[in-house]
């Protein structure tokens, strides 16, 4: 989803300032402005490890340690995970995983 998302963004930044470009310094600025849209979609939002209350991912055991993208709050805790997929397969049965987050 992030490729579509990316290249539809390219795509028009290029509609947006071909029309306009009628130097080479103007497509070098161009290409710097595409260059910065495309960074700023790929950049994955993470979270502290003193934000959450366990020390592994509850879904496959990684350690929080290792990077935290997305969080849950469950039972007054807040939880960490290395993935929105890890997440997402946790709140399916959350009790069935939370003895694997190895709480602080």
């Known amino acids: 989803m992030k490729i579509v998302k990316s290249g539809f963004l390219v795509g ?3 509609l947006l300032f071909a029309c306009g470009a009628s130097n080479s310094n103007n497509l070098v600025s161009t290409a710097d402005t595409i260059k910065a849209a495309v960074a700023d979609t790929a950049t994955e939002k993470t979270f502290a490890v003193s934000l959450v209350n366990n020390k592994k ?7 929080v340690t ?12 807040v939880l960490g995970f290395c993935s929105t997929e ?5 709140l399916k ?6 003895a694997a987050a190895e709480m602080k």
């Open 86 to 90: 890890c997440k997402n397969e946790f």
């Open 12 to 14: 028009c930044v290029l």
């Open 66 to 77: 290792a990077g935290i993208s997305d969080t849950a709050h469950y039972e007054n805790k």
């Open 93 to 98: 049965n959350p009790k069935a995983n939370l």
């Open 57 to 63: 991912d509850p879904t496959c055991g990684m350690p």
